[in-house]
């Protein structure tokens, strides 16, 4: 049966439905099964390879996504936002949030036979805190700054300490960037993480990476001797996990339509009608920063407010994004999705397209004249913009920008883009020598705005220095308490789009298609698979 991605383009908490039932409702680890069978999972790892198989240096979401299968967590977050025990089997929180204290499992024991414990967490936490790491978003997640270190109180109690309270230290340690590798493996060959492999993948996880051909498939054998799932949970019930690395969407909707993979990832909406009979597709809003523009304004044009305001009215967002992704992914309005904590609902509605406005804004900053391709003019400068975009560009992406290009165009607007390879993109974004770039976020926790719009924030391309912002956004991070945090980022939320730094395009989904021999598949927070639980029909 064929569910259309409308229909199950649903709430966070109302999709999660599914993984809820997967982790409520299941056996003791010990009931697993005999694990026969394999299961064909299609995705699009074509950054795999260059250097993205290590989720605490990498920030690509399919590097998290895959490496789950190995990458246990000190906790689980469940889909109604609660925590529970995973790696560890209580916690306790100090009264000024500064320090977390875990008591671990005694039983677990990595796919090398080194044993989990204490030692293991804080040689993990340190390394990713260690400058000489080159991690970004992972170390973010570990407080960045704030992060003090990680104390042994005995060989299974571990304290995480901070410089200040940081509040979402708990959803970032349920993450597989913040997931263990064996001590052995950070000794001996932590730099070769990035590239991973059999023997240097290794962690505590229900599956062991035993082979892997880079950009073609990485194949995880069942550990058997798993017994310590979220939980709630059960250790899955197949014995190989077959992940094919497909970056071709028509392929992807191929192979699951024909049987040959049990299930796909990353489908976009205009391939969901061809799924064939027999599979269902399942889609989750993806919490986080939808795909967005970021305006840099400390380089060119973008330095005027009036500049980037006119930028965002200019272009017709509702109907490029009907269009282009068929009416199933929703238009943004805020720099956090609809299903991140602290969304400002109110925003919806209040900046639709006006091109008479943005006119008057570009005259008002000086752009009155005109060359003879139409092209906005200033003391000789064309009113021109380059686009600097990560390849590769996917077919819808490239439509949006065609679009947006014209839209830009009929108020005299150039938009020059320039698809990069990463070294070369690399080179730019650097030292943010250009005008705009292009990316979605995902993430639960609205703290990741720090990262986009802190004036040290490793992801601030829109190069935001302003002291006011940086306050707030140290201020949500320092206080637990939830209304007080989603009222922070509710104004930085109004700010943005006053300011426009970013200017939010759509909220894209996790489309997950499904073949009938896969049953008990339930999905994350950010709607990726999740395999506890999971057997395959005879």
């Not at 704030?146 to 300490?161: E, L, N, Q, S």
């Not at 229900?206 to 990485?218: A, G, K």
């Not at 009036?306 to 929703?330: H, L, M, N, T, W």
């Not at 707030?472 to 637990?480: D, F, I, M």
């Amino acid at each position: 049966m064929r569910i259309s991605l409308r229909r199950r383009l649903l709430p966070l908490l109302a999709v999660s439905a599914a993984a809820a039932l997967a982790l409520s409702s299941c056996a003791a680890p010990s009931d697993a099964g005999d694990g026969a069978g394999e299961v064909v999972w299609g995705v699009d790892g074509s950054l795999l390879s260059s250097g993205h198989m290590d989720p605490q240096t990498s920030q690509l979401d399919i590097s998290a996504m895959v490496q789950r299968a190995v990458l246990d967590s000190l906790v689980f977050q469940k889909p109604d936002g609660s925590f529970v025990p995973w790696l560890a089997t209580e916690w306790t929180v100090s009264d000024d949030s500064t320090e977390y204290t875990f008591r671990l499992r005694d039983d677990v024991v990595f796919h090398d036979g080194e044993p989990f414990d204490a030692e293991a967490v804080k040689a993990n936490f340190d390394r990713i805190a260690d400058p000489a790491t080159e991690s970004a978003q992972a170390a973010n997640m570990l407080g960045g700054e704030f992060y003090a270190g990680t104390d042994v109180v005995d060989a299974h109690t571990v304290t995480v300490r901070f410089s200040q309270p940081y509040a979402p230290f708990l959803q970032a340690a349920s993450t597989a960037q913040l997931g263990f590798y064996s001590p052995k493996v950070l000794a001996s060959s932590a730099d070769d993480l990035k590239a991973g492999g059999p023997g240097i993948t290794v962690g505590t996880g229900p599956f062991e990476l035993t082979d892997y051909t880079p950009d073609q498939e990485i194949v995880y054998t069942r550990n058997a001797d798993y017994a310590w799932a979220p939980e709630g949970a059960e250790a899955p019930g197949f014995e190989t996990l077959r992940v094919q690395i497909l970056p071709e969407p028509s392929v992807r909707v191929g192979v699951v339509s024909s049987g040959e993979a049990d299930l796909v990832s990353q489908i976009p909406p205009n391939l969901v009608s061809e799924v064939g009979g027999g599979v269902t597709v399942e889609a989750q809003e993806e919490p986080g920063l939808p795909y967005s523009l970021y305006l840099n304004e400390k380089h060119g044009v973008f330095a005027d407010q009036r500049v980037r305001q006119a930028f965002s009215r200019a272009i017709d967002i509702d109907a490029s994004v009907e269009k282009i992704f068929f009416g199933e992914y929703p238009r943004a309005w805020s720099i956090l999705g609809p299903t991140t904590p602290g969304y400002d609902a109110d925003l919806e509605g209040t900046w639709p397209m006006d091109r008479e406005l943005a006119n008057r804004l570009l005259d008002e900053a000086g752009w009155t004249q005109r060359d003879a391709d139409g092209i906005r003019m200033k003391d000789g400068a064309r009113l021109s913009a380059r686009w600097i975009a990560w390849t590769p560009v996917p077919d819808d992406r490239a439509a949006l920008a065609n679009a947006i290009q014209s839209d830009l165009a009929e108020v005299g607007f150039e938009i020059q883009l320039e698809k990069l390879e990463p070294g070369a993109y690399n080179e730019q974004y650097g030292p943010k020598t250009f005008d705009l770039t292009d990316w979605s976020f995902s993430g639960v926790d609205a703290d990741l705005l720090r990262s986009h719009l802190h004036s040290e924030g490793f992801q601030n391309a829109s190069q935001v220095s302003d002291p006011q912002i940086d306050a707030q956004l140290e201020a949500a991070v320092a206080t637990t308490d939830a209304s007080a945090r989603a009222e922070i980022y509710r104004g930085l939320q109004e700010w943005n789009a006053d300011h426009v730094a970013i200017v939010p395009l759509y909220v894209p989904s996790s489309v997950t298609a499904v073949g009938e021999r896969v049953q008990g598949l339930g999905y994350d927070l950010y709607g990726r698979p999740l395999f506890f639980g999971v057997r395959v029909a005879d």
